[in-house]
C-alpha cells in the first residue's frame, strides 16, 4: 500500500523567513502533485512535477522531485501572509497515459505565517 | 482548467438518511472522481466514475453505501447511504484533463455533517 507522508503537519513561520516541506512516498512513481487548499475552500493546483529532476517555480514556491529518494519538497522563499494554507502533495501511481491516474495524497501541511 | 460546480454546498442530515451529491462540470470529460475528507484529515479517494461505465470503488469503500450514478461526460452524483455521524466530511469531486500529462481540477467540496 502507498504512502505518503509529509512533514512537518503543522509550521508556523514568520514573513521573510523560508522553510522547506517535505513530502516523501513508499513506491515508484514519477509523478507528483502539489496542492493548496484554504480553509472551507477547495484544492487549487500548484505543480505538476513529472519527472527525476524536475522543478517547478511559481512567486515564493519552488517544487522539486527526486523519484530516486522518493521525494519532493517544496520550498517558501521570504513568506508572506497570503501563503497561509494547507499543502498536499499526491503521488499519481497509475500507468502512465490518459485514464490511468491514481492519486494517492499526502496528510497535509498546514502552514501559518506569523506577520 | 475545468470549472466544476457541486451542490449542495453543505448539509446537515439526520442519522439512518441519505444525500445525493451532484457534480457538474462547463467541458466534457472521460474521467471524474469522488473524494472524502474528514475534518482535519486529508483526502481519500472514494471511486472512479467513468462515462457509461459502473464505478471503481477504492477498497474500505461499497457501492451500496456509495452509489455513483454518471448519466453523460458533464455529470455525476455520489449518495452517501444510511448515514452516521462517521459520515460527517466533505465530499469533493474532482476531473482529470489530459494535455500530456493528467492533471486533476477540484470542485469546491460538500459539507455533509450527520447528526
Known amino acids: 500500500e502507498l504512502k505518503v507522508e509529509q512533514n512537518p503537519l503543522f509550521l508556523s513561520m514568520q514573513e521573510g523567513k523560508n522553510y522547506t516541506i517535505y513530502c516523501n512516498y513508499s513506491?515508484?512513481?514519477?509523478?507528483l502533485y502539489w496542492y493548496r487548499q484554504d480553509p472551507g475552500k477547495s484544492l487549487e493546483s500548484l505543480f505538476v512535477?513529472?519527472?527525476?529532476?524536475a522543478v517547478k517555480q511559481e512567486g515564493r514556491l519552488m517544487a522539486s522531485l527526486d523519484t530516486k529518494a522518493r521525494l519532493s519538497t517544496l520550498h517558501i522563499t521570504a513568506a508572506v501572509h497570503d501563503l497561509s494554507a494547507t499543502y498536499f502533495c499526491?503521488?499519481?501511481?497509475?500507468?502512465?497515459?490518459?485514464?490511468?491516474?491514481?492519486?494517492?495524497f499526502g496528510t497535509g501541511t498546514r502552514l501559518t505565517i506569523i506577520p | 482548467s475545468a470549472v466544476i460546480s457541486q451542490k449542495p454546498s453543505r448539509d446537515i442530515c439526520q442519522r439512518g438518511t441519505s444525500l445525493t451529491i451532484q457534480c457538474q462540470v462547463d467541458?466534457?470529460?472521460?474521467?471524474m472522481f469522488w473524494y472524502r475528507q474528514q475534518p482535519g484529515q486529508s483526502l481519500t479517494l472514494i471511486a472512479t466514475a467513468n462515462q457509461g461505465s459502473e464505478a471503481t470503488y477504492e477498497s474500505g469503500f461499497v457501492i451500496d453505501k456509495f452509489p455513483i450514478s454518471r448519466p453523460n461526460l458533464t455529470f455525476s452524483t455520489l449518495t452517501v447511504s444510511n448515514m452516521s455521524p462517521e459520515d460527517s466530511s466533505i465530499y469533493l469531486c474532482?476531473?482529470?484533463?489530459?494535455?500530456?500529462?493528467?492533471?486533476?481540477?477540484f470542485g469546491p467540496g460538500t459539507r455533509l455533517t450527520v447528526l
Open positions: 499526491a503521488v499519481d501511481i497509475g500507468p502512465r497515459g490518459f485514464g490511468n491516474e491514481k492519486l494517492t
Open positions: 513506491t515508484t512513481s514519477d509523478r
Open positions: 474532482s476531473v482529470e484533463h489530459y494535455r500530456g500529462y493528467n492533471e486533476q481540477f
Open positions: 467541458s466534457q470529460v472521460t474521467m
Open positions: 512535477l513529472l519527472s527525476n529532476g
